[in-house]
T-cell receptor, first 115, second 112 residues
Framework: KAGVTQTPRYLIKTRGQQVTLSCSPISGHRSVSWYQQTPGQGLQFLFE???????NKGNFPGRFSGRQFSNSRSEMNVSTLELGDSALYLC??????????????FGPGTRLTVT | ELKVEQNPLFLSMQEGKNYTIYCNYSTTSDRLYWYRQDPGKSLESLFV?????AVKQEGRLMASLDTKARLSTLHITAAVHDLSATYFC????????????FGTGTRLTIIP
């Protein structure tokens, strides 16, 4: 079974630009979460989607947004990029067991560098 | 606000030795996870601990959970170089709030 895939793997952008990152979950997984990893702040939750609806949201500014499509694929968008947005962005997918998502499986990440 | 603390942050140990990484969390949590991350790589799931007293073992790694003490431990037995990595614990709050809150990570270096 294929794992979580993320594209692109590496990205270099300039301050003020916007960027869209893509995540394809493991087949059959309907919950997709996004995390940001930086040396200073560690791993921080961005948002989670299930059935095209945002279920949870972390403490990030409105410049960070996401969406999920009917095939469970997800995208996140960052507008008006700042230097501090440079990070590894990780996507994770999970199955639902009963009424709750279970163990999260992480993709390889997208390394975003803002110059 | 849920806080997760790990210690130590850095751990350098010789091959063949035993050691334990500690993970404390601040509020009641339903599930605790351990992940491994190699440099420049993503997170690999190691263990999922669901209930008080849960113990899981895989190879030289063993994880346990004490929900009353809000403490999980990751014990390394007879360390080998291949175990060098950063280890993270993470917790979620269960139904409706399954976002993971991660600890700071423990960078483990095994010296031959």
């Amino acid at each position: 079974k294929a794992g979580v895939t993320q594209t692109p793997r590496y990205l270099i952008k300039t301050r003020g630009q916007q960027v869209t990152l893509s995540c394809s979950p493991i087949s059959g997984h309907r919950s997709v979460s996004w995390y940001q990893q930086t040396p200073g702040q560690g791993l921080q939750f961005l948002f989670e989607y299930f059935s095209e609806t945002q279920r949870n949201k972390g403490n990030f500014p409105g410049r960070f947004s996401g969406r999920q499509f009917s095939n469970s694929r997800s995208e996140m968008n960052v507008s008006t990029l700042e230097l501090g947005d440079s990070a590894l962005y990780l996507c994770a997918s999970s199955l639902f067991r009963g009424t709750s998502p279970y163990e999260q499986y992480f993709g390889p990440g997208t390394r975003l560098t803002v110059t | 606000e849920l806080k997760v603390e790990q210690n130590p942050l850095f751990l350098s140990m010789q091959e063949g030795k035993n050691y334990t990484i500690y993970c404390n969390y601040s509020t009641t949590s339903d599930r605790l996870y351990w992940y491994r991350q190699d440099p420049g790589k993503s997170l690999e799931s190691l263990f999922v601990l669901l209930s008080n007293g849960a113990v899981k073992q895989e190879g030289r790694l063993m994880a346990s959970l004490d929900t009353k003490a809000r403490l999980s431990t990751l014990h390394i037995t007879a360390a080998v170089h291949d175990l060098s990595a950063t280890y993270f614990c993470a917790v979620d709050r269960g139904f409706g709030n399954e976002k993971l809150t991660f600890g700071t990570g423990t960078r483990l270096t095994i010296i031959p």
